[in-house]
């Protein structure tokens, strides 16, 4: 048994090849738009219960690349205050109501919008700031966030890249940050009863199309402006993110 509305493949293939192209090459927090597209189908839970899994997958063979490169200090700082966020967010997911958990991920969306407008507005450096209180809050709610729509990557970007780590450290260090994380958020979503045989075989179903997106980032890296695609997804993202306050509040 799979999810049978046509609709939601037309959301969820986009969604899973988006997310590949960020592993791609384009950028982890590419993949920010795929559960709210597709919450505007089905509920945003068993959206992400849906993607975990293939994020597991990506993530393996992500790590199995670059651990070696990984600043694993600094992981030891970030992770446990990212776990506590995984456990605030699965309190809420089995607490609230869908209504309201659609307007949670609907300003999720809109805050990470806001976000990336300030990016592309601001001229300025930002000033690194590698204390623990620091760590611990922006790496909470990269954990919550990561929990709640698998876009845990802007909170922690915004702790880490004033830091000017090398390249290969970061990516490296990111990848198996968000491995931990999303294998630590399989237990959440197990209590809440979402790998069903129904999500479950409809995430090995869309799991070709992880590939496929992971192959077009690579060749989209040499030939199209990571910027505009950039901007176009966010555009996306604020669309369905009023879409699902819209839908969440009943206006």
């Known amino acids: 048994m799979i999810v049978s509305d046509p609709w939601f493949y037309v959301a969820a293939i986009p969604a899973v090849i988006i997310f590949g192209i960020g592993k791609g090459g384009l950028g982890g927090a590419l993949g920010i738009i795929s559960v709210p597209l597709m919450a505007l ?9 849906i993607l975990l899994p293939i994020l597991c997958i990506m993530d393996i063979l992500a790590i199995k690349q670059h651990y070696k490169n990984a600043d694993y200090v600094l992981l030891k700082r970030l992770l446990p205050s990212a776990v506590v ?12 109501p869908e209504s309201e958990f659609k307007v949670l991920i609907g300003g999720l969306s809109l805050i990470f919008y806001i976000q990336h407008m300030l990016e592309k507005l601001s001229k300025n450096q930002r000033s690194g700031k590698s204390g623990k209180c620091s760590a611990f ?18 909170p922690l970007s915004i702790y880490l890249l004033p830091l ?26 197990f209590l809440a009863g979402e790998f069903d045989s129904t999500n ?6 869309l799991m070709p199309f992880a590939p496929v997106g992971v192959k077009l ?6 030939r199209v402006s990571q910027d505009k695609i950039y901007s176009l997804c966010y555009f996306f993202l604020l669309l369905s993110g009023l879409k699902l306050i819209y839908d969440g509040t009943g206006f």
Do not use: D, R
């Open 41 to 49: 189908v089905i509920s945003p839970i068993q959206a992400a219960a």
């Open 85 to 96: 966020g995984v456990a605030i967010a699965g309190c809420m997911m089995q607490s609230l």
């Open 137 to 154: 809050f922006w790496s909470c709610l990269s954990g919550f966030s990561s929990t709640a729509i698998h876009a845990g990557g802007g």
């Open 164 to 189: 000017k780590l090398e390249k290969v450290t970061l990516i490296a260090s990111m990848a198996v940050f968000f491995g931990v994380v999303n294998f630590f958020k399989l237990i959440p979503y």
């Open 200 to 205: 479950l075989t409809t995430a090995l179903v």
């Open 217 to 222: 980032g690579v060749w989209l890296l040499y």
